[in-house]
């Protein structure tokens, strides 16, 4: 019915229109331009394409504290705390850092096996990450 009563030109523009609003509202965080206190679960971050991901520890925690990888991956951890911490997994047993030192970049290898490695600081237990290999 909108074909006959409307010139194309017409109907090129109301489409266009009507993305834009739907495009528009997508961006809108509905929050009114103020930002929330509270924090979402933490996201894992994509897998690494380049064979290379990121753990720093600052503040007694993990950042990102949920990092997805491909098999095989070299992680890299810096410890940007005034402590020792550690990364290691905690059921599997599959990485384990040793003692970072402050300052200090180590690296390790993600597990070759698909799945999800929860790992600690095994100096700050309360300390929780998570690997997830995919």
Known sequence: MLRTLLP????????????????????SGGGGGSSSATSAAPRPSSPSASGKALITIKDFSFHPAALTVAPGTRVTVINKD???HTVTATRTKAFDTGDVDPGQ??????????????????IHPTMKGSLTVR
């Open 105 to 122: 970049t180590v690296t390790f290898t993600a597990p070759a096996g698909v799945g999800s490695y929860p790992y600690i600081c095994t």
């Open 8 to 27: 194309a030109r017409v109907r090129v523009a109301v489409v266009a229109a009507a993305a834009c609003v739907v495009a528009l509202a997508g961006c």
């Open 82 to 84: 005034a402590t020792a």
